[in-house]
T-cell receptor
Framework: AQSVTQLGSHVSVSEGALVLLRCNYS??????LFWYVQYPNQGLQLLLK??????LVKGINGFEAEFKKSETSFHLTKPSAHMSDAAEYFC???????????FGTGTRLKVLA | NAGVTQTPKFRILKIGQSMTLQCTQD?????MYWYRQDPGMGLKLIYY???????DKGEVPNGYNVSRSTTEDFPLRLELAAPSQTSVYFC????????????FGQGTRLTVV
């Protein structure tokens, strides 16, 4: 079964600093990969997705992620953090054939003024 | 655009009571899912459905039941509520293609006391 690992349950960055949230997946076959954001007391909103068209994927709110097959990684980055980026971020993989979505345990991002 | 709608948003149950969490989607998606979210644990799949009349267990199905009589609706039934079922429950839907994301409802926060 596939799994998703997110290193760091809590990440703090200063406003204006680089945001880097890590995600590794376990599949030997490149899956479809997703990053979601969850603001307090809300549902999950799609940030971006990898669908094999391009390894560097751009999403909403200035986020992007790079798919690296050799490292089985799909890390999320943003060049300059904003206070409004404070939220919980989830990496997910879509299981081929079953279309079930497997989620990582999430990373809570705190942005310091 | 309603998307995925969950009711109720909040509920307190006593141990041993039962209830149904409602979920409906208006996107004509074949696939629907129920997840539970617990702090630090990410989202765990409870049940999913690939179409009307077809359901299957996810990772944590014990204590829950589902049905799918229509494409739009996918209710989750809790029988004999237990404190371990205190959680936030999310319903989601997707078209059932690997490169498309799941769309989430706003969640139901359930407390069992």
């Amino acid at each position: 079964a596939q799994s998703v690992t997110q290193l760091g349950s809590h990440v703090s960055v200063s406003e204006g600093a680089l945001v880097l949230l890590r995600c590794n997946y376990s599949s030997s076959v490149p899956p479809y990969l997703f990053w979601y954001v969850q603001y307090p007391n809300q549902g999950l909103q799609l940030l971006l997705k990898y669908t094999s068209a391009a390894t560097l994927v751009k999403g909403i709110n200035g986020f992007e992620a790079e798919f690296k097959k050799s490292e089985t990684s799909f890390h999320l980055t943003k060049p300059s953090a904003h206070m409004s980026d404070a939220a919980e971020y989830f990496c997910a993989v879509s299981e081929t054939g079953t279309y079930k979505y497997i989620f990582g345990t999430g990373t809570r991002l705190k942005v310091l003024a | 655009n309603a998307g995925v709608t969950q009711t109720p948003k909040f509920r307190i149950l006593k141990i041993g009571q039962s209830m149904t969490l409602q979920c409906t989607q208006d996107m004509n998606h074949n696939y629907m899912y129920w997840y539970r979210q617990d702090p630090g644990m990410g989202l765990k799949l409870i049940y999913y459905s690939v179409g009307a009349g077809i359901t299957d267990k996810g990772e944590v199905p014990n204590g829950y039941n589902v049905s799918r009589s229509t494409t739009e609706d996918f209710p989750l039934r809790l029988e004999l509520a237990a404190p371990s079922q205190t959680s936030v429950y999310f319903c989601a839907s997707s078209p059932g293609q690997g490169n498309t994301e799941a769309f989430f409802g706003q969640g139901t926060r359930l407390t069992v006391v």
